[in-house]
């Protein structure tokens, strides 16, 4: 993982692995507004803020397919800590209806039977033309995790937010937590951060997360 620090007036170079930083405070600035002690990250294409503790995903527990795989560290918690996944889609995947459409089929089809999709709702993201953004409620299993942690059946809140672009990328984010734990204003903190920047890879190849097709 990379920090580097920069002044306001400058503009970092795209990063074009996952676990890319820049520095928090007035670097922020350059985009979206990021909250105190939040970490501004930065991939290809896209910048976020997260909350102050949250680390990259190790090597061994992170979606390879995702441009950025971050959340609160698994520490043996009995329960699924709260993540945060972004993608890059290169493909020629269609305007944002038909990509909400897709994909609320492939959540049905691969969740538990009990997983029930909300409707959706227009959010602004700077940077995009539009987006909109739905909650996915479904009780994982009572399993062992990888390291052989038993974890409890809990009940995850899952935002799935689909951002469009002219052209292509197309950018989709998912913010996942415990019931328990979900925090509305978290979540819409880490929403109003985003910054998405879709001409730094329309000529990119073999960025890691980028999809094509």
């Given at each position: 993982m990379g920090l580097a620090g920069c002044d306001a007036d400058e503009v970092p170079a795209p990063q074009d692995f996952?676990?890319?930083?820049?520095?928090?405070?007035?670097?922020?600035?350059?985009?979206?507004?990021?909250?105190?002690?939040?970490t501004l990250r930065q991939s290809a294409g896209f910048s976020i803020a997260t909350p102050p503790g949250w680390q990259p995903r190790p090597e061994d527990q992170r979606v390879h397919q995702a441009a950025m795989d971050v959340g609160v560290p698994f520490?043996?918690?009995?329960?699924?800590?709260?993540r945060l996944l972004v993608f890059l889609e290169r493909g020629h995947v269609g305007e944002i209806d038909l990509r909400e459409q897709v994909l609320r089929m492939q959540l049905a089809s691969s969740l538990p039977a009990d997983a029930t999709l909300d409707t959706s709702t227009e959010v602004e993201v700077a940077g995009a033309d539009?987006?909109?953004?739905?909650?996915?409620?479904?009780t994982t299993a009572e399993v062992r995790s990888l390291t052989d942690t038993p974890m409890h059946a809990t009940r995850v809140r899952q935002v799935e937010l689909l951002v469009e672009t002219e052209g292509l990328p197309k950018f989709?984010?998912?913010?996942?937590?415990?019931?328990?734990?979900?925090?509305?204003?978290?979540?819409?903190?880490?929403?109003?951060?985003?910054?998405?920047?879709?001409?730094?890879v329309r000529d990119l190849v073999d960025v890691p997360g980028v999809v094509d097709g």
């Open positions: 996952a676990d890319a930083t820049v520095a928090p405070g007035e670097a922020a600035d350059r985009t979206a507004p990021a909250p105190d002690g939040w520490t043996g918690q009995p329960t699924p800590p709260p539009r987006a909109v953004e739905f909650d996915v409620f479904y989709g984010f998912r913010y996942a937590a415990p019931v328990s734990e979900f925090d509305e204003e978290e979540w819409e903190r880490i929403r109003s951060s985003i910054q998405v920047r879709p001409d730094e």
